[in-house]
């Protein structure tokens, strides 16, 4: 056996050197090979050209490394494998009902509320009951309603701490499992490492069904590690319901508090939409088909609502599009509530032709942000809005990772995307549109508040910003497709 070896060691030494002098000439072919194979698959599957180009740029500038870079993180594999999974569940049209959708009271609305009905599947429907909450409020309720639940819990955040907010809600749910309440808790896979020791186990030890959405450390997995579940929001025996930008952690709940939130207690028929999709990511994530039947919820209000779940398994980017068109149709003012403010051109350019027809725009982000790069780039983007008449208001601490947008005092949306590359094409996010003038005017006072307490960025104030800070601003925007 060692003679054989020997010998095989010795075949493959003589062929490496009768080849190396053509080394550099096979290399060349194998970078310039895969090169070209990325080249065609990015002008084929990628939508935005300024990311395609930056794909192609990397791939013929690092070939080899920016190729496997681009087969990791620029490779979409999750709609496919969102189809295979859910059988169809995730773009099912079940309940889509056109003829019969109800139109806002609010004439100059109602197309934007037929196009979010083409682009979501379902129905804008009436008699729901929506309170915003502050986050300390809404972590209370969210507590008060595990403990009332009889039926059902379906819990799904991006980060749950293992800390002062985590541990109460860890031992509600253990509470609800002992009174045979069926409970399941989704955690994003990446959003779980962010407190250690994670509640994962804890749950797991108490009887909970907790799953990691996308989690593996496995090379093979990598290419999904760029994919992650923002949404955050808790169905409760399918008729009551939280939705909104809070995660559960110890910041919100501590004196003083180091982050601020906006959530929202639901109740009325558009719970159901929350229900199919958590119901959605559940069987992406593990293969359980939940019961997602939802007739008969009884109507409590009077706003008319509607679920924007977005993310990469679907065919259509639905929360860009909804953001399009209520710039759109908007005629008077625009106020928008973000931590991160990094849009698209398209987006951006949608703005100023609202300012340009005279529509007010208001725009409010943390004056210091957790994410510096894209506090950087937000600055840069927002320079032109104002310079066209926007209204920008940077918001003291505590950070405000609030997301809301109203619209002409009819409209507001309220979720978890931001006004990002990531939310707007990377993450799973779920936003809630609503049609109420009452309900509007509550979150503009909410909005009203936040202004108040922030300090205002005029042209002049960004004369005033040092020539250097300038340029890094526009270094760190044009990173804008991967931030």
């Given at each position: 056996?060692?003679a ?11 062929w490496v ?31 935005d ?10 791939v ?10 681009y ?19 995730i ?5 889509w ?35 915003p ?20 819990i ?57 799953q ?11 290419p ?7 949404r ?10 939280f ?44 293969g ?36 399009l ?6 005629e ?61 208001y ?46 509007t ?9 936040r ?33």
């Amino acid at each position: 056996m060692g003679a054989w070896i020997s010998d095989w060691h010795q075949i493959w030494n003589d062929w490496v050197d009768r080849l190396a002098p053509f080394w550099p000439y096979i290399a060349a072919v194998i970078s310039i090979s895969l090169a070209i194979t990325v080249t065609i698959h990015v002008s084929k599957n990628k939508r935005d050209a300024r990311a395609a180009a930056a794909w192609t740029g990397l791939v013929w500038l690092v070939p080899v490394v920016g190729a496997l870079l681009y087969l990791m993180l620029g490779v979409n594999r999750i709609r496919r494998r969102a189809r295979q999974l859910t059988g169809g569940l995730i773009d099912s049209e079940d309940g889509w009902r056109v003829a019969a959708e109800p139109l806002p009271a609010c004439g100059h609305l109602q197309e934007l509320s037929r196009l979010v009905g083409r682009l979501t599947h379902l129905p804008l429907v009436n008699g729901n009951h929506v309170e915003p909450l502050e986050a300390p409020q809404a972590w209370r309720a969210m507590l008060d309603a595990i403990d009332h639940a009889r039926e059902s819990i379906y819990l799904a955040t991006y980060i749950f701490g293992n800390d002062a907010a985590g541990k109460p809600v860890c031992e509600a749910l253990e509470r609800a499992v002992q009174r045979g309440v069926k409970v399941r808790v989704l955690i994003d896979g990446v959003g779980a490492l962010y407190s250690l020791p994670s509640v994962f186990w804890r749950l797991r030890r108490q009887g909970v069904f907790v799953q990691r959405f996308l989690y593996s450390l496995a090379p093979w997995r990598m290419p999904y590690i760029n994919l992650r579940n923002h949404r955050k929001f808790m169905v409760v025996d399918r008729r009551l319901a939280f939705t909104g930008g809070m995660n559960i952690r110890a910041g919100y709940i501590q004196s003083p508090p180091s982050i601020t939130d906006l959530h929202a207690r639901v109740e009325g028929p558009v719970v159901g939409q929350l229900l199919r999709s958590f119901a959605a990511d559940w069987v992406f994530t593990c293969g359980e088909v939940l019961d997602t039947s939802y007739s008969g919820l009884a109507q409590v209000g009077e706003v008319q609502a509607r679920g924007i779940s977005a993310g990469p398994d679907a065919d259509f980017d639905k929360r860009r599009l909804t953001l399009l068109a209520a710039i759109g149709s908007a005629e008077k003012r625009i106020r928008i509530v973000t931590p991160y403010f990094v849009p698209d051109l398209t987006l951006l350019a949608t703005l100023q032709l609202a300012l340009l027809k005279g529509v007010e725009v208001q725009i409010v982000i943390p004056r210091k942000n957790n994410l510096r790069m894209v506090h950087w780039a937000s600055l840069h983007a927002l320079h032109w809005l104002v310079q066209e008449g926007a209204q920008l208001y940077l918001s003291a601490p505590p950070f405000d990772h609030s997301k809301v947008m109203t619209v002409d005092g009819h409209w507001v949306m309220l979720g978890s995307g931001n006004w990002d590359a990531r939310s707007l094409r990377l993450n799973f996010e779920f936003d809630l549109e609503c049609y109420s003038d009452a309900l509007t005017e509550t979150v503009d006072l909410f909005v009203d508040g936040r202004i108040e307490a922030a300090s205002a960025l005029d042209v002049e104030g960004f004369r005033q910003i040092a020539p250097w800070r300038k340029v890094r601003n526009a270094l760190a925007h044009m990173m804008e497709p991967y931030l």
